[in-house]
């Protein structure tokens, strides 16, 4: 047992059994490929190509449109077919890129060719990620680039991949970790040259042992990197958890990770980075899982960006026999999004399906009472947030409070308040629209 941990979280069933010794698989989607602009924080990526034109995999198609945004590449070749609104993951629409997918998947010229990234200045690092479209992929989308430039990079002194997974159900990167360590701790050593004064971690929690055994393996004999094993303990994965476990620093409300001297990136995202830079490849599939207890066959993919939820769950061999789910999620459980509809395209950010035959929300909200002070959500809360008191400034209507006073718009929506009410008020739910308001009100000034 790993005695340091953070403050606050919860230990809901992780629901790892279903897929968690399911190794990654390649899957090459049927249709179309739909390729939204919008993949990432920041503006959306503005198209470069033209209805009818040809395209080859890994080929520029839409270019960042700014410092806070990210290019996008054809995961596929084929045809442009149209550059049009599509349903997205939240149910709304987004301007999108569709491509009629040829099934070749040929490469465009210079998509695979070998580089040393110890010949490279910082410079040429950075461009090749930023070229490769690269943004976090653990699910917040933040351009990679932009993050690996802080105005002080001689100041970082931590450079922390976050291989916790903490969220329920979901193993592909456990998986990941378990088959492409090397791939993984590369990237490592590639922003521990843009960084020269730290050290890098792997974090892992502890109810991963193969991760942790090949991760170490991938580790020995290199310099200033390691695993770094911890409690098993959601939410694990958050930024400020792994920053307070590894390192003893406290990010504060409002700060970036940089500010207290640290990088953090997804396992994914790393890996991802050693194959933009070592490998001229840029970001055109990701780690996937499909699982739950309405999954027929819960499995770990690897997809190709743009592939349709409903067909990485035919791949998954569908619902589960005699079943017809009440909730289907973009991610997990805790952090997840429910969809109405299978019509929307896995982006760069989006790391599983999670399909279950019991709606727990819906069930929650037949059991919702009025809150009875209890305070055990303060006392879950990874930031050290008031839930309780920020719930009532947004029932009142008050949001200048919930903003100024309470510091609701730190809140990472983990939803560890809601899953310890007992209550079952939807806590989370309420933040997250809470803080759409807040930023609606700023735009309209």
Not at 194 to 207: R, T, W
Request: hydrophobic fraction near 40%.
């Amino acid at each position: 047992m790993y005695d340091k941990t953070f403050y606050g979280g919860v230990h809901p069933d992780d629901g790892k059994q279903f897929a968690r010794d399911v190794p990654l698989r390649p899957y090459l989607p049927k249709g179309d490929i739909i390729l939204p602009l919008s993949q990432h924080i920041g503006k959306p990526a503005k198209p470069v190509v033209k209805k009818g034109e040809r395209v080859l995999a890994g080929q520029l198609i839409a270019q960042a449109d700014g410092f806070v945004s990210a290019n996008i590449a054809s995961s596929c070749s084929g045809t442009v077919k149209a550059i049009e609104p599509r349903r997205n993951v939240l149910g709304t629409t987004g301007m999108a890129i569709v491509i009629e997918n040829d099934g070749q998947y040929t490469l465009a010229e210079g998509v695979g060719k070998e580089a040393n990234y110890k010949k490279m200045g910082k410079d040429e690092i950075l461009k090749r990620i930023a070229a490769a479209g690269i943004v976090g992929m653990g699910g917040a989308g933040f351009p990679t680039h932009v993050k690996l430039a802080p105005k002080n990079p001689d100041e970082i002194k931590f450079v922390l991949v976050n291989g916790a997974e903490c969220e329920p159900y979901i193993t592909c990167d456990d998986q990941t970790m378990r088959t492409a360590a090397g791939e993984v701790i590369t990237g490592l050593q590639i922003l521990l040259s843009l960084f020269p004064n730290a050290e890098g971690a792997v974090v892992i929690e502890e109810n991963k042992p193969e991760a942790i055994a090949a991760m170490t393996a991938a580790c020995s004999g290199k310099d200033r990197v390691k695993v770094h094993p911890v409690q098993t303990k959601y939410p694990q994965g958050g930024e400020r958890s792994i920053i307070s476990v590894v390192t003893g620093r406290h990010l504060k409300l409002g700060m970036l990770p940089a500010d207290v001297g640290c990088v953090v990136d997804n396992v994914a995202t790393m890996r991802a980075i050693y194959r933009a830079v070592c490998l001229s490849e840029p970001l055109m599939e990701r780690g996937f899982t499909v699982s739950g207890d309405g999954v027929k066959e819960p499995c770990n993919l690897t997809v190709k960006l743009g592939t349709l939820f409903s067909e990485v769950l035919e791949a998954a061999g569908g619902f589960a026999d005699g079943v017809q789910p009440e909730k289907l999620l973009c991610g997990g459980p805790m952090m997840g999004f429910a969809m109405s509809s299978l019509d929307a395209a896995i982006c760069k950010n989006n790391n599983a399906l999670t399909v279950l035959r019991e709606d727990p929300v819906a069930i929650a909200q037949e059991q919702q009472t009025a809150c009875l002070r209890c305070g055990r959500c303060n006392q879950v809360c990874p930031l050290g947030l008031t839930p309780q008191m920020m719930a009532a400034a947004v029932e009142w209507g008050n949001y200048e409070r919930f903003e100024k006073k309470l510091y609701g718009m730190d809140c990472v929506a983990c939803g560890t308040c809601t899953y310890v009410c007992p209550a079952k008020r939807p806590l989370m739910q309420l933040f997250k629209q809470a803080k759409a308001e807040v930023m609606a009100r700023k735009r309209r000034g």
